[in-house]
């Protein structure tokens, strides 16, 4: 478990992080959000003791945050940059020694990685040759060389094509399953509703909150229902009278249509049902929860 306590951090007069306070529970993959310029790599900057914080404290595990805690984490920073004349394999054993493996250890784990990645082929070439988005898998294998059971990733899936960015979730989940905690920045919201199982939003230096994914979008939902129906369109418009909103209504078969709709109220999910089904057959209703995006947009308007 990861607290952190009345966190801020000056630099000089400028408020980069201002008595941010969390609790991080194990075993979960932890999202960290917010526009740029929020605070969100001064707080991984401070969890990897990169800088010192101007106030509050970090514990891990009941003990304040020390060498040995960071020496532990794996961590990917925001800024990319591995040495260009070096080969692939030999850079990967390099960053493994520097994690506290032998020689022996870090070349097996490098092998293995670069297996799962399907970069064996390249072991021998120079970091140089790499494209881009192959020499972020190098720096993304470097930082779990050593097993850590802590990954601090500084916006991980930045640069990644669509098929690189699901190959990473792939491993964070598994990372999870494996009783890992993974805590990892991104303004990919996609990836927060996929993975996430918590977040802490963070805007101007403060924490705005922090919270289950689906709290959170269950918090800011809005009243949208889809609805597949087997009937009359006419009596469905109907029965919607002045509590529903119809969005769209399409039809799906001879008879079978599937709709949105949005409550003009505060309405439970059996009540809704109800009052349709008087009407029509119903045959799916499913309430639809705003994305993370969505919830995103409004904390930070509401915020300004």
Known sequence: MIEVRELTKLYHHKVALDEVSMIIHPEQVFGLIGPNG????????????????TKGFIKVNGSFLNVQHVRSFGYLPEERGLFREMKVLDHLVFLGKLRGLSTFESKNASLHWLEKFDMTAWSNRKISTLSK??????????????????????????????????????????????????????????????????VALIHQGKLVTKDQVLTLRSTYKSGNFRVRFR????????????????????????????ARIKSRGEYAFNEVFERLSEAVKLEMMEEQLPSMQEVFVKLVTHEK
């Open 231 to 258: 009937g009359s369109k006419m009596a469905f418009a109907h029965s919607l009278w002045t509590w529903f909103e119809l969005i769209s209504c399409n039809e799906l078969a001879d008879g079978v249509y599937e």
């Open 38 to 53: 929020a605070g969100k790599t001064t707080l991984i900057r401070l969890l990897n003791q990169i800088i010192a914080p």
């Open 133 to 198: 988005g192959m020499a972020q898998k190098v720096q993304f294998i470097g930082s779990v060389l050593h097993n850590p059971a802590i990954l601090i990733l500084d916006e991980p899936l930045s640069g990644f094509d669509p098929l690189n960015v699901d190959l990473l979730l792939e491993q964070m989940r598994n990372f999870k399953n494996e009783g890992k905690t993974v805590i990892f920045s991104t303004h990919n919201m996609n990836s927060v509703d996929e993975l996430c199982d918590e």
